[in-house]
């Protein structure tokens, strides 16, 4: 296994921020692409079971690969020199070089954010292989933060593998830690799977989606159990904090359902950068004798 050591620790947090920077960029293509894969999937699912006799041609390649970036507005492709992180918006001057349609400011934010981030992690753990897990798990949690604000959706391809990465961390460089990963896995999804059921038996209605058990469910899973609660009690306060927010500023309607995904998402981050022992030992501070 390489020594992270032999190279001092600013060398790795400026490595991490630059190569944060870089897969930002691919952030974006993913935050974007990922709903619309899994769309154009269902359609064809449904079409195959509802006319499995009918032909026509296959349907353009769409992934995360092709086809090539283009301007949503002209169709013009997107070559390097104009994908560079941050540094082409700033060239651009926020503007298709073709046809002038406005850039989203989205695009160099989440590249920024996944850098800066990337380098408080190492920053915070050391050059070390939990760096190396926890970089993982931040780049998971801003992905599907977007994802769920932009369609409501959190995606089983990113939850689940997300799930069984932390239970596989703690089992090979944290053996000590695993029950209690093991048990936040499961008291993280029964947790939010039992409000689900309780709200639904009172109210009638769904009040949040299956992909939001999985995702506490592989936030226990990397955190331990004892963090279940400051998660939920983050994410909860940031949630109604926001949620009043965007009411009192006629921002959104009221009554219209607001994901928790992204607030589950944050509450994640803070506990990646400041330690979940801080904040479990804060909420649950021990008493001497």
């Known amino acids: 296994m390489p020594d992270f050591s032999a190279l001092p620790l600013s060398f790795w947090i400026l490595a991490a921020g630059l190569f944060g920077l870089a897969v930002g960029s691919f952030l974006n293509v993913v935050i974007y692409r990922l709903p619309v894969m899994m769309e154009r999937q269902w359609q064809a699912e449904a079409q195959a079971t509802l006319h499995p006799d009918a032909g026509g041609a296959p349907p353009e390649r769409f992934d995360l690969v092709a086809p090539r970036s ?3 507005s002209c169709g013009h492709q997107i070559p390097w020199w104009e994908n560079i992180p941050v540094l082409s918006y700033v060239l651009l001057r926020g503007r298709c070089s073709a046809c002038g349609t406005a850039i989203s400011l989205r695009y160099p934010l989440v590249e920024l954010a996944t850098a800066l981030l990337s380098a408080a992690v190492v920053w915070r753990w050391g050059a070390g292989w939990d760096s190396v897990a926890y970089i993982a798990l931040l780049w998971s949690l801003i992905t599907l933060a977007l994802i769920d604000f932009d369609t409501t959706l959190l995606p089983d391809s990113i939850t689940l593998p997300l799930l069984w990465l932390g239970l596989i961390w703690h089992a090979l460089l944290h053996p000590d830690q695993l029950s209690s990963a093991v048990w936040g896995a499961v008291v993280g999804y029964l947790a939010l799977w039992t409000v689900y059921q309780v709200f ?8 949040m989606g299956f992909g939001d058990f ?3 469910a592989a936030l226990g899973a990397w955190f331990g159990v004892a963090a279940l609660l400051p998660i939920i009690l983050l994410s909860s306060i940031c949630g109604a904090v926001i949620g009043i927010t965007l009411q009192l500023l006629k921002l959104t309607e009221r009554g219209r359902p607001i994901p928790f995904g992204p607030f589950l998402s944050a509450a994640g981050i803070v506990l990646l950068l400041i330690g979940p022992g801080v904040l479990v030992a804060y909420i649950f501070p021990t008493t001497g004798a």
């Not at 639904?200 to 009040?207: A, M, N, R, S």
């Open 214 to 216: 999985k995702l506490l």
């Open 200 to 207: 639904k038996l009172l109210t009638g209605k769904e009040g």
């Open 70 to 72: 283009r301007c949503p």
